[in-house]
Nanobody
């Protein structure tokens, strides 16, 4: 059973950058579709970014210019670089994994495994 552990969140200022990490254990994620999601207080969980096994990325349109998703299969990890953070980015960020080659990157239901989340707070 694959388990995902996120890290890298924290309290930052407006305009700062953060790099979130997701490390998998219990199995290789080298062929998995990896996703990042976030949930702000009182809001639904929303898609942020995803990356296929071959490195093809997907981004939420409104955040596209500020994000870079990447993966290192040798380290069984995925990463999310976020730049120019604003208070609207405050949320718990979750890593997710879909073990199939296909699957809709934008659909939460496509992901089988989820991490516990890491809090990102952007202070003005």
């Amino acid at each position: 059973q694959v388990q995902l552990t996120e890290s890298g969140g924290g309290l930052v200022q407006v305009g700062d950058s953060l790099r979130l990490s997701c490390v998998a254990s219990g199995g290789s994620i080298s062929t998995y579709l990896m996703g990042w999601w976030r949930q702000a207080p009182g809001k639904e969980r929303e898609f942020v970014a995803a990356i296929r096994y071959n490195g093809y990325p997907y981004y939420e349109d409104s955040m596209k210019g500020r994000l870079t998703i990447s993966r290192d299969n040798a380290k069984n990890s995925a990463y999310l670089q976020m730049n120019s953070l604003t208070p609207e980015d405050t949320a718990v960020y979750y890593c997710s994994a879909n073990p199939t080659y296909g699957g809709n990157a934008y659909s939460a239901g496509a992901y089988r495994h989820w991490g516990q989340g890491t809090q990102v707070t952007v202070s003005s």
